[in-house]
């Protein structure tokens, strides 16, 4: 009987300390980090406007301000006494460039193609566009996006840095001097592989393509 008693007592203390937690105890401070340290300066000022809310209100809160962040792909909430909640964020990490031909500005993409910054300078891959480049949280165009896989590709294989989009195609050039054409659209790894086999066919010879243009069926070769 006294044990029933006993953890009759423990629960109704938990449903007390929950009501207390969740309703009462106000949030006096949150802190952000991310995979690649604290968590953008933006999204912080957002959550930072939560503290001095009771807990299940801002937990909330900070659930539905990161459900619709675009830099934000992944998030956990921690609750540490005596009254701090830890947000960690899994956010999206840049891959490639672009940048507009008449501007220095360079969008940063990630690997699904979102804009997650607007950067003067880049190391990264990056494809010239004769048109505006888009925001932060943005998602670059179809076109683009694919322009972007195949320079990601290039540089894999070839350590090509930079194409060109315009007139509906992907220009580049490879280390010897070679110009590449590029449709836009199609399967990425039968065009890399077409571009792999003309070149493997010409190596050793002394007269080599100038032009690949693999916007056709088969691959044009311009000497």
Do not use: W
Not at 45 to 52: I, R, V
Not at 98 to 119: P, Q
Not at 135 to 163: C, M, T
Request: with cysteine; aromatic share 8%.
């Amino acid at each position: 009987m006294k044990t029933v008693i006993k953890l009759i007592l423990g629960v109704l203390v938990l449903i007390v300390l929950t009501i207390f937690v969740s309703r009462i105890l106000k949030i006096g401070d949150i802190t952000c980090s991310s995979q690649f340290g604290p968590c953008n300066v933006t999204i912080f000022a957002k959550l930072e406007n939560l503290e001095g809310l009771p807990f299940h209100q801002a937990k909330v809160g900070i659930s539905e301000i990161l459900a619709h962040e675009v830099l934000v792909k992944d998030f956990s909430i921690q609750f540490y006494l005596p009254n701090r909640l830890s947000v960690n964020l899994i956010e999206r990490k840049p891959q490639f460039a672009v940048v507009r031909s008449d501007t220095k500005a360079l969008a940063l993409v990630d690997a699904e193609g979102y804009i997650v910054s607007i950067e003067e300078a880049s190391n990264l891959p990056q494809i010239v566009i004769p048109e505006g480049i888009g925001s932060v949280g943005e998602k670059v165009s179809q076109e683009n996006f694919f322009a972007l896989l195949i320079l990601a590709d290039l540089f894999s294989f070839y350590q090509v840095k930079v194409g060109v989009v315009e007139n509906g195609a992907l220009y580049i050039f490879l280390n010897d001097g070679t110009k590449v054409i590029f449709p836009l659209e199609g399967d990425r790894e039968i065009l890399i592989s077409s571009l792999a086999l003309v070149l493997k066919r010409y190596e050793g010879v002394d007269v080599k393509p100038r032009e690949i243009d693999l916007r056709f069926k088969n691959p044009v070769l311009r000497e």
